[in-house]
């Protein structure tokens, strides 16, 4: 928030980086959880992994339970 501002209803952001540097990590645990917790929809698209992947990753943060 200090950065940009609040994120705002209604605004496409893009999240761009490295491969490896944390991007779908921010994403979900400080955008997408935020976020769904509050009541919003939340589109994820991820080119570098496939969904089950990134679901795992979401389901592992939300639960508390460790990834292998």
Request: aromatic share 4%; proline share 0%.
């Given at each position: 928030?200090?950065?940009?501002?609040?994120?705002?209803?209604?605004?496409?952001?893009?999240?761009?980086g490295k491969t490896g540097g944390g991007k779908t990590t921010f994403a979900l645990n400080g955008i997408?959880?935020?976020a769904a917790t509050n009541g919003?929809?939340?589109?994820?698209i991820q080119s570098e992994m496939d969904h089950a992947e990134v679901a795992d990753r979401f389901i592992s943060?939300?639960?508390?339970?460790a990834m292998k």
């Amino acid at each position: 928030d200090e950065a940009i501002g609040r994120l705002r209803a209604g605004e496409m952001y893009m999240l761009a980086g490295k491969t490896g540097g944390g991007k779908t990590t921010f994403a979900l645990n400080g955008i997408a959880s935020n976020a769904a917790t509050n009541g919003h929809h939340v589109l994820a698209i991820q080119s570098e992994m496939d969904h089950a992947e990134v679901a795992d990753r979401f389901i592992s943060k939300e639960s508390g339970v460790a990834m292998k």
